[in-house]
Nanobody, 121 residues
């Protein structure tokens, strides 16, 4: 079994910063892409950022220049540094990863349970 566990969410004031972490655990052989998505009330889930095993990154337009994604391959962990936060960044943030488990025949996509980020004064 594989688990993705997010941490670091909470309440922050507009203009503030917050760092999210997501650790993958279980019978993991390899991880390709890791990333973050978010879903605000009444809206569809959207891409925040992804990072591939080689380090290439991809960001959603609304967070470019404010958020930075990184990963520690040795710890199977992905981070999201969020700066200059805005009220419209309020959402549940979900971790996502393509993981090859021992005994599997390919990568499979996995989701975390999500962590709430609220930007409000």
């Amino acid at each position: 079994q594989v688990q993705l566990v997010e941490s670091g969410g909470g309440l922050v004031q507009p203009g503030g910063s917050m760092r999210l972490s997501c650790a993958a655990s279980g019978s993991i052989l390899s991880i390709n892409a890791m990333g973050w998505y978010r879903q605000a009330p009444g809206k569809e889930r959207e891409l925040v950022a992804t990072i591939f095993s080689g380090g290439r990154t991809n960001y959603g337009d609304s967070v470019k220049g404010r958020f930075t994604i990184s990963r520690d391959n040795a710890k199977n962990t992905v981070y999201l540094q969020m700066n200059s936060l805005k009220p419209e960044d309020t959402a549940v943030y979900y971790c996502n990863a393509d993981i090859w488990q021992f005994g599997a025949s390919s990568f499979y996509n996995h989701w975390g349970r999500g962590t709430q980020v609220t930007v409000s004064s």
